[in-house]
DNA sequence: ACTTGACCTGGAGCGCGCTCCAGGTCCCAT
DNA sequence: ATGGGACCTGGAGCGCGCTCCAGGTCAAGT
């Protein structure tokens, strides 16, 4: 029969696949974001396809600063089972509002440094390379207009 | 004669304006974010407007992620003086450029994390409560159709 | 004279999220 | 049998950005 997809993968395929390193990934499931991974006979790790699943999501959470402590309790209620889903929803949702938030002050923020910058290039149109070159000096090769 | 504008804060003034604890204040001090400010007789610091100014955008730079080590560097081009723009110029822009691969990458993710919720949300309306309420069960109040 | 409150100093400590390490096991290829 | 590579363990260490602390000074109020 032809294996419906491979359904083990070992720590180094998963920490390329995520860009993990194996430290942080044993990490991860120490602190309870994994469940207790299966083991080969020979003790190592073996994840199945729904771990990886739930890493996606973990990635996911852990790369828009969702802390440890709460991704933890997330998993925690992927692992009690499928009546937890409402939870989870509420957990997600949440996370999502502040995420947005964030973007949105991320996005002023930018908006306020592109200011500062428009407000430097200002003073340099003003004064467009004023006293440069004292005389035959230093042999820093200033960009033309930079 | 009327004082101009208010020319010397407090730390204390300082602190809350910005939102920062003293020792904050301090650190970023000590760390080169600032000149050395000046100080009242009694030793006390007293900030001045271009402080002011100057802390504005270290706020903002921090919000967004430069860390300590990058300000430090930009504080020192501000003190070298305005031939420096061209650099600030730069190392602005190139934050700016990192900040918004940051945002999109969590729009992106925010987008997933919706996914994931919508997949929940379609899960819970095929099998909408399942074996809610074991019979008069927890008093927790759930939302009707959350 | 005494208290209160704002601030000072140098230095230690903390929380987070990894990251590294020593010493070991297992398995496969030469 | 030997070597190499992938992985194992428990525990220590690290980098960052603060944060806290003890012990002190100063200025104003009562």
């Given at each position: 029969m032809l294996s419906p997809m491979k359904d083990y993968f070992t720590p180094g395929e998963i920490?390329?696949?995520?860009?993990?390193?194996?430290?942080?990934?044993?990490?991860?499931?120490?602190?309870?974001?994994?469940?207790?991974?299966?083991?080969?006979p020979s003790g190592h790790r073996r994840y199945r396809a729904d771990d990886v699943e739930l890493l996606h999501l973990v990635r996911c959470l852990r790369d828009?600063?969702?802390?440890?402590?709460?991704?933890?309790?997330?998993?925690?209620l992927v692992r009690e089972g499928d009546h937890t889903i409402p939870e989870r929803v509420e957990v997600l949702q949440s996370h999502q509002h502040r995420l947005n938030a964030h973007i949105e002050r991320m996005r002023e923020r930018q908006e306020a440094i592109g200011h500062k910058i428009d407000y430097?290039?200002?003073?340099?149109?003003?004064?467009?390379?004023?006293?440069?070159?004292?005389?035959?000096?230093?042999?820093?090769?200033?960009?033309?207009?930079?």
């Open positions: 920490a390329e696949r995520f860009d993990l390193t194996l430290d942080t990934l044993r990490y991860y499931e120490k602190a309870g974001l994994l469940r207790r991974v299966d083991r080969a828009t600063d969702m802390p440890i402590s709460r991704l933890r309790e997330f998993a925690e430097y290039l200002g003073v340099l149109s003003e004064r467009p390379e004023p006293a440069r070159r004292p005389e035959g000096s230093m042999d820093t090769p200033v960009k033309e207009t930079g």
